[in-house]
């Protein structure tokens, strides 16, 4: 199960994300972050309760990270160990901003 709680303050928008980002949830994301993303110039992703995260998951981030290079920044934080260990492994945290 995943749960996504979005709070937008004029061009800031953060997103809280706790549960399991995979296959079958990376579309409610993917979905969620479309409907928000426009005029948005700063994107934060909370991971602090975020358990999993899979190769969609992964996607749903890079595709995240490449509109908001046009647009603004990316910030990614409060990420557990399993998530960051997962983030080195696969070469995103040299892609994402990590905090």
Known sequence: MLNIEKKQDGS???IKVSGKLNTTTSPEL???INESI????????????LS???SAGLRVLLSAQKKMNKQGSMVVKNC????????????F???????
């Open 30 to 32: 993917e979905q969620s």
């Open 12 to 14: 800031n928008l953060d």
């Open 52 to 54: 999993y995260i899979s």
């Open 38 to 49: 426009d005029g948005v110039t700063a994107l934060t992703f909370d991971f602090a309760e």
């Open 93 to 99: 945290s040299d892609i994402l901003t990590i905090e």
């Open 80 to 91: 557990t160990s399993e998530i960051l260990e997962i983030f080195e492994v696969t070469g």
